[in-house]
T-cell receptor, first 113, second 110 residues
Framework: DGGITQSPKYLFRKEGQNVTLSCEQN?????MYWYRQDPGQGLRLIYY???????QKGDIAEGYSVSREKKESFPLTVTSAQKNPTAFYLC????????????FGEGSWLTVV | SQQGEEDPQALSIQEGENATMNCSYK?????LQWYRQNSGRGLVHLIL?????REKHSGRLRVTLDTSKKSSSLLITASRAADTASYFC??????????FGTGTSLTVIP
């Protein structure tokens, strides 16, 4: 089936550790995005990539890093510099072929313990 | 931040009633979209309205857009318990950047 796969669904991190959230899409979309959602809140853009080997910071990029080495993959690393990383993370992709709509994965819950 | 705002933050109605939620935004847009999110899940696209359109319908959904006021509304008619979810507006710039609102939590009571 076509879509966006995020893994893991649930992740626990000890303070001081880096963790990487995986995002893979088989929709052949050029653009990919990472959003953070805190309980009862809207979505805030962390990073986005319009094309392979290029990405841009969003509104809350501090403490996060990304890479876009392949079109289908856009992993997000939550570094130890992110002071309050506990949140729900959503990966998404879009393309002109999708009518400029954005498709989301099912999200990953990250908890710092 | 270019995040939009939605109101009300929460809305509770009886099944069969209509639900209206509003979105205000700050940027110039190429189009505006509405999405639905069930608890703990990803967002799902509902409807898109372009900046040169004023109203659009899709099934029980009706969306309006007023670019002079930088606002949009989503009307869900004849609501059902299955409509219970959070609803988000997203403004899309000409550079294909998406900015989401803060969301309206809708509860439809059977």
């Amino acid at each position: 089936d076509g879509g966006i796969t995020q893994s893991p669904k649930y992740l626990f991190r000890k303070e001081g550790q880096n963790v990487t959230l995986s995002c893979e899409q088989n929709l052949n979309h050029d653009a990919m995005y990472w959003y953070r959602q805190d309980p009862g809140q809207g979505l805030r853009l962390i990073y986005y990539s319009q094309i392979v080997n290029d990405f841009q910071k969003g509104d809350i990029a501090e403490g996060y890093s990304v890479s876009r080495e392949k079109k289908e993959s856009f992993p997000l690393t939550v570094t130890s510099a992110q002071k309050n990383p506990t949140a729900f993370y959503l990966c998404a992709s879009s393309d002109r072929s999708s009518g400029n709509t954005i498709y989301f994965g099912e999200g990953s819950w990250l908890t710092v313990v | 931040s270019q995040q939009g705002e939605e109101d009300p933050q929460a809305l509770s109605i009886q099944e069969g009633e209509n639900a209206t939620m509003n979105c205000s935004y700050k940027t110039s847009i190429n189009n505006l979209q509405w999405y639905r999110q069930n608890s703990g899940r990803g967002l799902v696209h509902l409807i898109l309205i372009r900046s040169n359109e004023r109203e659009k319908h899709s099934g029980r959904l009706r969306v309006t857009l007023d670019t002079s006021k930088k606002s949009s509304s989503l009307l869900i008619t004849a609501s059902r318990a299955a409509d219970t979810a959070s609803y988000f507006c997203a403004t899309v710039t000409t550079g294909n950047q998406f900015y989401f609102g803060t969301g309206t939590s809708l509860t439809v009571i059977p």
